[in-house]
């Protein structure tokens, strides 16, 4: 009589698709990814105070061909006029940006759900710093453009406290933002399996 063999004590053997190898090309694309995001973070710092600046460097230094209109206008309405269109260049900026943050922390997530092997950390950072990006696009952004309108036609009389608020709120995201994308950049190339592939290399 045949013998069957009972195979039941044997572990199941289990197969991952996402390779040691994959798990860490997935990871430095994410990094790739982060490093240009805290770029932005740093180049919108930046460039809001800068637009304003340009501003007035025109009312210091015009065009010869633009004397005439100057003094016809006057500086104190040409300077109204070149503050708003500092502010409305700064609301477009902010706009695009909210955009591209969510662009970022949706790469990120999904490659680090999808196509590594990461722990709930670092998946928790990234789902945070994505959550924070739909949140400056969906309402603060939107309040932003909206309370600098408001602030700069003279319409309303808390505007100008609460745009202030705003954009240090704005600020303050911003900032939290970079330093969970700095602890998830450093999380993410500091691994030991990282490190043994590397030094497999």
């Not at 932005?40 to 460039?47: D, F, M």
């Not at 952004?141 to 319409?155: E, F, K, L, Q």
Request: one cysteine or more; a positive charge; glycine letters at 8%.
């Amino acid at each position: 009589m045949a013998m069957i063999e009972d195979n039941s004590g044997r572990p199941a053997v289990q197969y991952s698709r996402i390779t040691p190898e994959g798990s860490w090309a997935a990871r430095r694309i994410c990094a790739v990814i982060l490093a240009a995001w805290l770029g932005g973070i740093l180049l919108v710092s930046l460039a809001a105070p800068a637009v304003f600046g340009a501003g007035e460097a025109v009312l210091r230094h015009p065009l010869p061909a633009h004397m005439d209109v100057l003094k016809r206008i006057g500086p104190d309405a040409m300077g109204d006029l070149l503050r708003y269109h500092a502010g409305e260049a700064n609301n477009q900026i902010f706009t695009l940006w909210g955009s591209m943050q969510i662009v970022y922390g949706a790469a990120v997530v999904l490659l680090l759900l999808f196509f590594t092997n990461v722990g709930k950390w670092r998946l928790t950072l990234a789902a945070s710093m994505l959550a924070l990006a739909l949140f400056q696009k969906a309402y603060l952004i939107p309040a932003i453009v909206d309370t600098s309108r408001r602030y700069r036609a003279g319409g309303w009389v808390e505007a100008g406290r609460r745009f202030q608020f705003l954009h240090s709120s704005f600020a303050a995201f911003e900032i939290a933002s970079a330093l969970l994308g700095l602890a998830l950049l450093v999380l993410l190339l500091r691994t030991r399996s990282g490190s043994r592939l590397r030094a497999r290399g």
